[in-house]
């Protein structure tokens, strides 16, 4: 099957540093309860989910970052907000994600900012789990890896 190439470039990013990993190939999904679903060894707490923001600090200072988060917890703009002191945050539409990303969908953007040249940060709760799941750049595609490699690997700010 035909991936983005954002998969093979991740799954070689992992090969050339000697890091376990697993693939899953799947079903197309969209949210992180249904990858849950066809995830089954692994929890939605496990789960890396990866949005883009748009942070916006002035009007000539607005920049894209990725958050990253354990799927079982909910966006919280307030706080978000605060940890950037923006004065306004929303979310990268679709088009926005697809340029970004170099053709990547909604909903399959992986947690590797990083690619992409955006700013990462990662809410701690995601480093509770030795292993994390996250759709590696398809919708239809997961990879599972450690996540103290994905921490080194990405290097990302952390927040709670």
Do not use: C
Request: avoid cysteine; charged fraction near 30%.
């Amino acid at each position: 099957m035909l991936y983005h190439p954002v998969v093979e470039k991740i799954k070689n990013i992992l090969v050339k540093n000697n890091l376990w990993f697993e693939t899953f190939e799947h079903e197309p999904v969209m949210t992180s309860e249904e990858a849950a679903k066809v995830r089954l060894e692994y929890t939605l707490h496990q789960g890396a989910k990866a949005i883009i923001i748009r942070v916006k600090i002035t009007e000539s200072n607005k920049r894209f970052v990725m958050l990253v988060f354990p799927a079982d917890m909910r966006f919280d703009n307030k706080k978000v907000k605060e940890i950037f002191n923006a004065k306004d945050i929303r979310f990268a539409t679709p088009e926005e994600i697809r340029k970004i990303s170099g053709g990547v969908e909604t909903g399959g953007i992986p947690p590797f900012g990083n690619l992409f040249g955006l700013e990462v940060l990662v809410d701690n709760g995601l480093f509770e789990n030795e292993k994390i799941i996250f759709n590696a750049g398809d919708r239809r595609y997961s990879i599972a890896m450690k996540s103290a490699d994905y921490k080194s690997l990405v290097n990302p700010l952390i927040f709670r």
